[in-house]
């Protein structure tokens, strides 16, 4: 599976954005599906995923419900929306795909097999 994010950019704090990661060469139906994102001199850190089967959706407990994530699994695409960012909030996003992710690993970078290259968000306060 490749992956490719698109959607990064400029916004300012309040602001919403949304990015897209268009899977290629395999659906993601049987795939579970996430984002993470790292931030200059820290470590990546999960944002969002939903699971495969049930398409139950988590997310980072730090993003105060501001974050949704969705999946189009015709268009082979998955979603995430950023609502009122903040300047903590920039970052390079990933979108990972992974099959054989159990519930408890979901949060795990580790867990995932496919990533994508990554869209940069940078927040302005």
């Known amino acids: 599976v490749q992956l490719q994010a698109f959607g990064g950019g400029s916004a300012q704090a309040g602001d919403s954005l949304g990015l897209s990661c268009t899977a290629n060469?395999?659906?993601?139906?049987?795939?579970?599906v996430g984002w993470f994102r790292q931030a200059p001199g820290r470590e990546r850190e999960f944002v969002a995923a939903?699971?495969?089967?049930?398409?139950?959706?988590y997310y980072a407990n730090s993003l105060g419900g501001r974050f949704t994530i969705s999946r189009d699994n015709a268009k082979n695409t998955i979603y995430l929306q950023m609502n009122n960012l903040k300047s903590e909030d920039t970052a390079v996003y990933y979108c990972?795909?992974?099959?054989?992710?159990?519930?408890?690993?979901?949060?795990?970078?580790?867990?995932?097999?496919?990533w994508g290259q990554g869209t940069l968000v940078t927040v302005s306060s």
């Open positions: 990972a795909a992974g099959g054989g992710i159990i519930m408890s690993t979901i949060r795990s970078a580790q867990a995932y097999n496919y």
């Open positions: 939903t699971f495969r089967n049930s398409g139950s959706r």
């Open positions: 060469g395999r659906t993601v139906n049987g795939y579970s």
